[in-house]
């Protein structure tokens, strides 16, 4: 019976690493290729008013190593308006800003939008102060993804 239970452990830390992984994350399904649905996010944050700081093409990284790796493709983007409001109740929250998206193309050939859940950003840095603006970037972040995502 010692045995077991250690045997047990051993072969759930894996599971409980890749659920913790997963946690605070938002994914959405495509039904557009990785390019388009990164555009039609970008196009959707520039629309808003928001800042594009910069676009990340993972695979192309990945070639000038001469290695392979799925089309992915991440977006820095925010306000710098709304951020600094962020900064000023928790200066930490600087490492998870500006706000990043990312395209990407699973094993199975299936495109996702993926971006971290504000309900996890402020709860990491226990902003308690700023409800309204966590709606707002809910909502933007929906919003955003719908439009990049869907039809």
């Known amino acids: 019976m010692k045995l077991t239970i250690p045997l047990i452990a051993l072969f759930l830390l894996p599971a409980a690493t890749m659920l913790q992984a997963e946690t605070g994350l938002i ?3 495509s039904q557009f290729s990785v ?3 990164a555009d039609r996010f970008a196009a959707a944050v520039e ?3 928001l ?3 910069s676009r990340i093409d993972h695979a192309a990284g990945a070639a000038e190593v001469e290695a392979s790796l799925r089309p992915t493709r991440l977006i820095i983007f925010g306000s710098p308006k ?3 409001a962020l900064l000023t109740s928790d200066q930490r929250v600087g490492i998870d800003l500006p ?3 990312l395209a990407w193309r699973d094993a199975e050939g299936r495109v ?3 971006y971290n859940s504000p309900d996890h950003l402020f709860g990491r840095f226990a902003i308690n102060d700023r409800a309204p603006v966590k709606e707002k ?3 933007t972040l929906a919003k955003f993804s719908r439009a990049a995502t869907q039809p």
Do not use: R
């Open 112 to 114: 996702w939008l993926s």
């Open 51 to 53: 800042k594009i700081f």
């Open 27 to 29: 994914n959405v399904a």
């Open 82 to 84: 709304v951020g600094t």
């Open 35 to 37: 390019q388009e649905t």
């Open 47 to 49: 629309k808003a008013g």
């Open 99 to 101: 706000l990043k998206a």
């Open 137 to 139: 970037i809910s909502g």
